[in-house]
């Protein structure tokens, strides 16, 4: 069975960190990409962060450039969102997904459907 599942989130204080983590099974990740989105209550999903498989190239949306930091183990088939220096404004359930690329900088998202449960991230004092 293909399946993404998100872990890590929790409740953190402003300026704290978290750690998430996306485990594959089913499938290797090595072949593709594999980003991070988000969706906030009341908002729509957005896209954080992307990392190619090809290259290496990674994707931030403006917001979360130079606090959060996504990586891949294709050996343990894993990826990871740092998250530091949260703001309330990064509360959100975060999902990982495959669909997504980074070509010349920019993130591409073919759509943001959901694999697994999400993790939630909630910041708050």
């Known amino acids: 069975q293909v399946q993404l599942v998100e872990s890590g989130g929790g409740l953190v204080q402003p300026g704290g960190s978290l750690r998430l983590s996306c485990a594959a099974s089913?499938?290797?990740?090595?072949?593709?990409?594999i980003g991070w989105f988000r969706q906030a209550p009341g908002k729509e999903r957005e896209g954080v962060s992307c990392?190619?498989?090809?290259?290496?190239?990674?994707y931030y949306v403006d917001s979360v450039k130079g606090r959060f930091t996504i990586s891949r183990d294709d050996a343990k088939n894993t990826a990871d969102l740092q998250m530091n220096s949260l703001k309330p404004e990064d509360t959100a359930v975060y999902y990982c997904?495959?669909?997504?690329?980074?070509?010349?900088?920019?993130?591409?998202?073919?759509?943001?459907?959901?694999w697994g449960q999400g993790t939630l991230v909630n910041v708050s004092s």
């Open positions: 997904t495959t669909e997504c690329a980074v070509i010349g900088g920019m993130g591409l998202w073919r759509n943001f459907e959901i």
């Open positions: 990392i190619n498989s090809s290259d290496g190239s990674t």
């Open positions: 089913g499938f290797s990740l090595e072949h593709y990409a």
